[in-house]
């Protein structure tokens, strides 16, 4: 099984900044078959980037997906009130389908 | 548009088993693959199994092989999820997805959840 590791728990932002999440897979994801979600409070999670860097339809180009083999990166170049969340990695190259625990976006 | 609505909110006891459902709508059911993950209170995201849409294969994760069973009904457009021997550790929100094709294993769209509580 391949262990998916997110970094880090929370991050303190304000409206305005940069968020940078990490995702660390224990071994090598093919085809970079990498996605990030993200879960609003009583909500499912919605699917931002699939493909390690491709956005899904309808987000916003304030996120930007990128990585490859083990090392991942989900950046939000400019935060909006809106985004604050809990955002999820995973990989879906192999079976089982694995998230990582989680980031909490708060604000600041 | 893509919608995924899930059966509601269910009680167990130790040891019963349920069933949760999935209708879809907006898409051609027959042609896109089904997942299931679950959420316990305050947790993260597990993912239990799918079902390919190309073949109707399954494959679930090991930690619930044995306990789940997917399947689905392609004339009442609605995807299924059994879990059996239920314990208060599978207290939990399950949710169906939809994979990005029919034997994807991408999820791209999202049914609401159903909670389901096992309690004596």
């Known amino acids: 099984e391949i262990v998916v590791t997110q970094s880090p728990g929370t991050l303190s932002l304000s409206p305005g900044e940069r968020a940078t999440f990490s995702c660390r897979a224990s071994?090598?994801?093919?085809?970079?078959?990498l996605a990030w979600y993200q879960q609003k409070p009583g909500q499912a999670p919605r699917l931002l980037i699939h493909g390690a860097s491709s956005r899904a339809t309808g987000i916003p180009d304030r996120f930007i997906g990128s990585g490859s083999g083990t090392d991942f990166t989900l950046t939000i170049s400019r935060l909006e009130p809106e985004d604050f969340a809990m955002f999820y990695c995973q990989q879906y190259a192999d079976s089982p389908i694995t998230f990582g625990q989680g980031t909490r976006l708060e604000i600041k | 548009q893509v919608h995924l609505v899930q059966s509601g909110a269910e009680v167990m006891r130790p040891g019963a088993s349920v069933k949760v459902s999935c209708k879809a709508s907006g898409y051609t059911f027959s042609s896109y693959a089904i997942h299931w993950m679950r959420q316990a209170p305050g947790q993260g995201l597990e993912w239990m199994g799918w079902i390919n849409a190309d073949n109707d294969n399954t494959r679930y994760s090991p930690k619930f092989q044995g306990r789940v069973t997917i399947s689905r009904d392609t004339s009442a457009i609605t995807g299924y999820m059994e879990l059996s021997s239920l314990r208060s550790e599978d207290t939990a929100v399950y949710y169906c997805?939809?994979?990005?094709?029919?034997?994807?294993?991408?999820?791209?769209?999202w049914g609401q959840g159903t909670l389901v509580t096992v309690s004596s």
């Open positions: 997805a939809r994979g990005s094709c029919a034997g994807c294993w991408l999820v791209d769209y």
């Open positions: 071994q090598t994801i093919s085809s970079n078959h």
